[in-house]
């Protein structure tokens, strides 16, 4: 009841797609759902957040979609670019306090040229 | 804004050594810190959290005497790793909370550490 389910694993897009990332979680406690930007050899980079009383929420390119009666969430990514490709991960966390993260298994994408 | 700093960035050191990595929260106060494991295309497998002036707290299967953590000030925390073997070999990233703020503020991740045991 704890896990985030993460798809697809991996994902190749053209330049200037949209590619989709989703998650799925169980525990009804999480209100908390940020999305990270990993790139080789680094630390994750928050991209956007989301909590479940809003069912959309953009910033620049990128696009979080929450379905919070489905208990999903997905990551759009607007005219997607090379520079983009990374890996990916979705979390979540509940209003426990101790601020923890259940990581997604992570997307690996690739965009391109 | 949020930046946090993590140190060795890279080392590699003999079998038996004991590592000490740094984990410092640059311009906010953070009074809890995260230390995350991470294999080779695998996602973050968290160790331990840890707060501020008291002990951290160890996910299930870590051991708590080879993964040693250290939270002495609101900026920095240290994970040790003793006595260390190849199996420890691995990324380790380090992440901080800020002080004063809420459940919905994100973790702030420091850029990880390349161990490599030989």
């Known amino acids: 009841q704890q896990q985030v389910k993460q798809s697809p694993q991996s994902l190749i897009v053209q330049k200037g797609g949209i590619p989709i990332i989703n998650c799925a979680y169980e525990?009804?406690?999480?209100?908390?759902f940020p999305w990270y930007q990993q790139f080789p050899g680094k630390g994750p980079a928050l991209l956007i957040a989301?909590?479940?009383?809003?069912s959309e929420k953009k910033e620049g390119r990128f696009t979080i979609s929450f379905n919070k009666s489905a208990k999903q969430f997905s990551l759009h990514i607007m005219d997607s670019q090379p520079g983009d490709s990374a890996t990916y991960f979705c979390a979540a966390s509940s209003d426990s306090g101790t601020y923890k993260y259940i990581f997604g298994t992570g997307t690996r994408l690739k965009v391109l040229a | 804004g949020a930046v946090v700093s993590q140190h060795p960035s890279w080392v590699i050191c003999k079998s038996g050594t004991s590592v000490k990595i740094e984990c410092r929260s640059l311009d906010f106060q953070a009074t809890t810190m995260f230390w995350y494991r991470q294999f080779p295309k695998q996602s973050l497998m968290l160790m331990a959290t840890?707060?501020?002036?008291?002990?951290?707290?160890?996910e299930q299967g870590v051991e708590k005497d080879k993964f040693l953590i250290n939270h002495a000030s609101l900026t920095l925390s240290t994970l040790t790793v003793t006595s260390a073997h190849p199996e420890d070999s691995s990324f380790y990233i380090c992440?901080?909370?800020?002080?004063?703020?809420?459940?919905?503020?994100?973790?702030?991740f420091g850029d990880g550490t390349r161990l490599s045991i030989l």
């Open positions: 992440s901080a909370h800020q002080y004063g703020q809420g459940t919905y503020q994100p973790q702030h």
């Open positions: 840890s707060n501020e002036g008291s002990k951290a707290t160890y």
């Open positions: 989301i909590r479940p009383d809003v």
């Open positions: 525990n009804t406690a999480f209100d908390y």
